[in-house]
């Protein structure tokens, strides 16, 4: 485990430094072929992501596959009460990706879509791709739904003796319970944190036994994502983060990690892990509180 936690903390590093240290891409949207924040909850909406070379304007066009996509969306409510992660589609002859939110689609990995944008109120839409010869970015906009806003409160879930969260649900007619419980490592630049979930199912003796039927969704065991409340807050310092884990081996835990150098704000969170289970995508929220640990004191 040392070892997967150090491996794991100089590939954040270097994932983090390439996202971020590149300045010569910019990230262009257009929502239903305009220029514009504002959509209307519940309608179609199509979006269009491109990326130029800051001082040439070049379209770039070619790309990497990253976990089975070219592109992974990710769109967030400001109250962090909606999650979904879609995947828009990828046209190399102009460069642009292109997805339309709230219609169905054929397509098993954007389940998402078909309900995607139903709710009034501000989100976040982050688009994440690998530019061949250029390294990773991450594009990020704000969308304001015309619509009726609920008004939810994310409540902490109650955490056991021992720290962690138990949850229970019930998903394709199965009843799942699911156990999260995280760890923190001071390092000399920030710390580690570390995600361990486990998720059973009930069998026919109304015991909860090790989901039988895990398999990868889009080459990874499973995905997640985390964000600090106030996510929204701050368009140059996003207070997010994307992890995966391979299936469980010799044991039930999914293990999930990333290096946190000042990029995760304490107090409310909220992470949605995603595992494949008898050919279904569970998507399960997790809402919790997190203190950021002082830097060790290295040499």
Same mark, same amino acid.
Request: aromatic share 10%; proline share 4%; charged share 20%.
């Given at each position: 485990?040392?070892?997967?936690?150090?491996?794991?903390?100089?590939?954040?590093?270097?994932?983090?430094?390439?996202?971020?240290?590149?300045?010569?891409?910019?990230?262009?949207?257009?929502?239903?072929?305009?220029?514009?924040?504002?959509?209307?909850?519940?309608?179609?909406?199509?979006?269009?992501?491109?990326?130029?070379?800051?001082?040439?304007?070049?379209?770039?066009?070619?790309? =990497?596959?990253?976990?089975?996509?070219? /592109?992974?969306? @990710?769109? #967030?409510? &400001?109250?962090?009460?909606?999650?979904? *992660?879609?995947?828009?589609?990828?046209?190399?002859?102009?460069?642009?990706?292109?997805?339309?939110?709230?219609?169905?689609?054929?397509?098993?990995?954007?389940?998402?879509?078909?309900?995607?944008?139903? =709710?009034?109120?501000?989100?976040?839409? /982050?688009?994440? @791709?690998? #530019?061949? &010869?250029?390294?990773?970015?991450?594009? *990020?906009?704000?969308?304001?739904?015309?619509?009726?806003?609920?008004?939810?409160?994310?409540?902490?879930?109650?955490?056991?003796?021992?720290?962690?969260?138990?949850?229970f649900f019930t998903e394709n007619? =199965?009843?799942?319970?699911?156990?999260?419980?995280?760890?923190?490592?001071?390092?000399?630049?920030?710390?580690?944190?570390?995600?361990?979930v486990s998720l059973f199912e009930?069998?026919?003796?109304?015991?909860?036994?090790?989901?039988?039927?895990?398999?990868?969704?889009?080459?990874?065991?499973?995905?997640?994502?985390?964000?600090?409340?106030?996510?929204?807050?701050?368009?140059?310092?996003?207070?997010?983060?994307?992890?995966?884990?391979?299936?469980?081996?010799?044991?039930?835990?999914?293990?999930?990690?990333?290096?946190?150098?000042?990029?995760?704000?304490?107090?409310?969170?909220?992470?949605?892990?995603?595992?494949?289970?008898?050919?279904?995508?569970?998507?399960?929220?997790?809402?919790?509180?997190?203190?950021?640990?002082?830097?060790?004191?290295?040499?």
């Amino acid at each position: 485990m040392k070892l997967f936690s150090i491996f794991l903390l100089l590939f954040s590093l270097a994932s983090f430094a390439q996202i971020n240290g590149d300045h010569i891409v910019e990230t262009h949207f257009r929502i239903n072929g305009k220029d514009t924040n504002h959509v209307m909850a519940g309608k179609p909406t199509t979006i269009e992501v491109w990326y130029t070379h800051k001082d040439t304007g070049e379209v770039y066009k070619d790309f =990497k596959l990253m976990h089975g996509k070219i /592109m992974h969306m @990710v769109l #967030i409510k &400001d109250d962090m009460s909606v999650f979904k *992660h879609i995947h828009p589609y990828h046209d190399p002859v102009t460069g642009i990706f292109q997805i339309t939110l709230n219609l169905p689609l054929s397509d098993p990995d954007n389940f998402h879509t078909a309900e995607a944008l139903t =709710k009034g109120g501000m989100y976040m839409l /982050m688009a994440d @791709v690998e #530019i061949q &010869d250029v390294g990773m970015r991450m594009g *990020h906009k704000m969308l304001h739904a015309m619509g009726e806003n609920p008004v939810n409160t994310i409540l902490m879930d109650e955490v056991n003796p021992d720290g962690s969260i138990t949850k229970f649900f019930t998903e394709n007619g =199965k009843d799942y319970k699911i156990n999260l419980f995280m760890e923190q490592t001071a390092g000399c630049s920030g710390s580690l944190v570390e995600f361990r979930v486990s998720l059973f199912e009930k069998d026919e003796n109304e015991n909860y036994i090790p989901a039988q039927a895990l398999e990868d969704w889009l080459t990874q065991g499973a995905h997640a994502v985390w964000v600090s409340d106030g996510l929204m807050h701050g368009m140059h310092h996003m207070h997010f983060a994307h992890m995966h884990s391979a299936l469980p081996v010799d044991d039930t835990e999914f293990v999930f990690g990333f290096h946190d150098n000042k990029i995760m704000k304490s107090g409310l969170q909220r992470a949605w892990f995603q595992i494949k289970e008898n050919g279904k995508v569970l998507t399960i929220p997790f809402t919790f509180d997190y203190q950021a640990l002082p830097s060790a004191q290295c040499r």
